[in-house]
């Protein structure tokens, strides 16, 4: 599992951000070419990417790149100055077909085989955040072998839909969920919502707690602030790590003994239970702390 607790967006066309997005220690530098690049500025924004690729050490951190729309006639140029790169993974916005995603995945299966690469080794990664995305999800989700995650994007569907945005967010709470939910079901990670004020902290940490409570493996952001908030609240406190622990060993001396279902601090036990610590150590191992 890699970790993805944060995904930062940065423009394109901004090499000093980039730079600096590279020391954050964040899980996911997205270079963004689609909203957070001026139409006149899409072709300078590709070349400081392509830059950026060849140039920079990212270290550990996740490199992707957010093409513009398929179909929004900029996606050609977008792949063919950024895949030589070699980035780990595509960011498709605003997905809303299944043929979409087979496009872009037949478009790095042809570059990859080009560059006698490893089938695959460009990973996809797509933005539900449309209507019919959302009601495509099926078939999306289960469009390519390659994909890694599925991000929600509370904003562009709130401004489809005619919703008013509200902290609370009930407004969004349904896509939110099936988002989370096709993600679970195809186990691949499901990555949340952006919150928008970035000075506001208090606030982001709560929405992000919930993310993680939720089920979500990681929060979209946009702000080198965010980054320590959001990639602390999807990292399992030593608490947690430990109480897992326990109860996967309480578990194995129960199956060793041949008892399946037990009782521990008063608690009944069984695979549900299991299978959730297990997955807490799993976040644990990604981000670094075990």
């Known amino acids: 599992m890699r970790a993805r607790r944060a995904l930062l967006y940065v423009p394109g066309d901004d090499m000093h951000k980039i730079q600096k997005a590279t020391t954050l220690g964040v899980d996911c530098i997205c270079l963004d070419l689609e909203d957070g690049v001026a139409y006149n500025r899409k072709a300078a924004a590709r070349t400081t990417i ?4 060849g140039t920079l050490d990212f270290g550990p951190a996740e490199k992707l790149v957010r093409i513009n729309p398929v179909g929004s006639g900029l ?3 977008d792949l063919k100055e950024v895949l030589p790169g070699r980035p780990d993974g595509i960011v498709i916005p605003k997905v809303k077909t299944a043929d979409q995603v087979h496009w872009v995945g037949d478009q790095l299966t042809a570059f990859e085989h080009q560059m006698n690469w490893s089938p695959g080794v460009i990973g996809l990664i797509l933005l539900i955040e449309t209507a019919l995305g959302l009601l495509n999800l099926t078939e999306i989700a289960g469009a390519e072998s ?5 991000i929600f994007g509370s904003e562009d569907l709130a401004g489809e839909i005619g919703a008013q945005r509200t902290p609370a967010g009930w407004e969004i709470f349904h896509a939110r969920s099936l988002v989370l939910l096709h993600a679970a079901a195809r186990e691949i990670q499901a990555v949340d919502m952006v919150f928008i004020d970035f000075h506001d902290l208090d606030a982001l940490k709560a929405e992000a707690v919930q993310g993680a409570q ?4 990681g929060k979209q952001i946009i702000h080198p602030n965010q980054v320590e908030v959001v990639q602390s609240a999807f990292t399992p406190t030593n608490e947690v790590i430990e109480q897992a622990r326990q109860l996967i060993a309480a578990y194995e001396d129960h199956q060793s003994a041949g008892q399946g279902a037990f009782a521990l601090d008063g608690k009944m036990i069984d695979a549900p239970l299991i299978k959730s610590a297990r997955n807490v ?3 644990a191992q990604a981000a670094g702390k075990l």
């Open 50 to 53: 392509a830059q950026a690729l």
């Open 281 to 283: 150590l799993a976040r």
């Open 146 to 150: 390659r994909l890694h995650a599925l």
């Open 75 to 77: 996606e050609v140029a």
């Open 214 to 217: 939720l089920g979500f493996s």
